[in-house]
């Protein structure tokens, strides 16, 4: 039986906290030691990415996993503007908080996040929450419209 080999996940970080990015990366590799953590540090270089650099980048990351408190511009910007580039409307993110409250919930989830869940505190919690990252990858895509 042919085994077919599957392109490595290709994700998309906006983390300002460089012990956060350090953890995500950490449990991806228990998770798939093949793939690809990219990552911005603001919502300012997010969204400078989306308008300038997201239609030249191949393959396209899988999914954006976006803190909800950036320094520049908060995610609520941040996710406007993937929402409003040409083309982006199917880009799956997952929205990641460490200060919840139900109303920033309910808000989230209504601009279309796929998932929103608050920064673990442990690296279990990092564990899982890579985990559902990567199922999200391995769900089919939607072709860009």
Not at 25 to 45: F, K, N, S, V
Request: hydrophobic share 40%.
């Amino acid at each position: 039986m042919l085994e077919t080999k599957r392109n490595p996940a290709r994700i998309l970080l906006v983390e300002d906290n460089p012990g956060d990015v350090l953890l995500l990366r950490l449990a991806l590799a228990q998770h798939e030691p093949d793939y690809i953590l990219e990552t911005l540090r603001d919502g300012a270089e997010a969204i400078r990415f989306v308008n300038d650099q997201w239609h030249t980048t191949e393959p396209e990351p899988c999914v954006i996993v976006l803190d909800w408190h950036l320094p520049k511009h908060d995610g609520n910007l941040v996710l406007q503007s993937i929402r409003q580039a040409p083309g982006m409307a199917h880009v799956r993110v997952v929205a990641i908080t460490s200060l919840i409250s139900p109303k920033d919930e309910a808000e989230i989830l209504r601009l279309g996040v796929r998932l929103y869940r608050t920064k673990p505190t442990d690296l279990d919690g990092w564990h899982r929450l890579a985990g559902e990252i990567l199922e999200i990858c391995r769900e089919p895509t939607l072709s860009a419209v």
